[in-house]
């Protein structure tokens, strides 16, 4: 089945400054690529996604890069703000289900 | 349209009683799918339902967990004779494709055994 990692685990910084945040998938099926926001006692958001057919997808701060080849994906957060903070999780689904990565907890100090 | 509905958002229950959980899907959403999470961990898949199957449930425990999508009603996530091992939240998520489609988060139920 699909194992996906995710690294790192805690990331820390500044205000302003880009965060990067990257995952692995072993399923060479997997086909759709989702990134989920998670704040503390919520449920998992879906900020943005990418599928197997695209390299690249960018929403405002935020753009998801794919290289299939090596079997690996990107979420890069541009300008970052205090409320960006939350745990960040990668996922990879073929036609059947899905998988997440154990998350990044993200933080964005003033 | 209503978001993912789930019902209890918390749940209290002695080892050993049963915890039922439900899921009602997004409107228009047939696939439904059943994640716990511990504190501080991520999300671990347990379970893939259509209506009236389940499609996948590699990660359900073996013993004392089952789920069912009815035709009709919620999605149920049934724990039988808890443990302390089961306090976790239970989030489900519904599709409306399935497979390579998106999925979409109910705010989940805490359960706490005592």
């Known amino acids: 089945g699909e194992n996906v990692e995710q690294h790192p685990s805690t990331l820390s910084v500044q205000e302003g400054d880009s965060a990067v945040i990257k995952c692995t998938y072993s399923?060479?099926?997997?086909?759709?690529f989702p990134w989920y926001k998670q704040e503390l006692g919520k449920r998992p958001q879906l900020i943005i996604d990418?599928?197997?057919?695209?390299g690249e997808k960018k929403d405002q701060r935020i753009a998801v890069t794919l290289n299939k080849t090596a079997k690996h994906f990107s979420l890069h957060i541009t300008e970052t703000q205090p409320e960006d903070s939350a745990v960040y999780f990668c996922?990879?689904?073929?036609?059947?289900?899905?998988?997440f990565g154990a998350g990044t907890r993200l933080t964005v100090k003033p | 349209n209503a978001g993912v509905m789930q019902n209890p958002r918390h749940l209290v229950r002695r080892r050993g009683q049963e915890a039922r959980l439900r899921c009602s899907p997004m409107?228009?959403?047939?696939?439904v799918y059943w994640y716990r999470q511990l504190p501080e961990e991520g999300l671990k898949f347990m379970v893939y339902?259509?209506?009236?199957?389940?499609?996948?449930e590699s990660g359900m425990p073996k013993e004392r967990f089952s789920a069912e999508f009815p035709k009709e009603g919620p999605s149920i996530l049934r724990i039988q004779q808890v443990v302390r091992g089961d306090s976790a939240a239970y989030f489900c998520?519904?599709?409306?494709?399935?497979?390579?489609?998106?999925?979409?988060f109910g705010p989940g139920t805490r359960l706490t055994v005592t």
């Open positions: 399923d060479s099926a997997s086909n759709y």
């Open positions: 409107k228009g959403h047939s696939h």
């Open positions: 339902l259509q209506k009236e199957n389940i499609i996948d």
């Open positions: 998520a519904s599709s409306p494709t399935g497979g390579s489609g998106e999925q979409y």
């Open positions: 996922a990879a689904s073929n036609y059947v289900d899905m998988r």
């Open positions: 990418i599928r197997s057919n695209v």
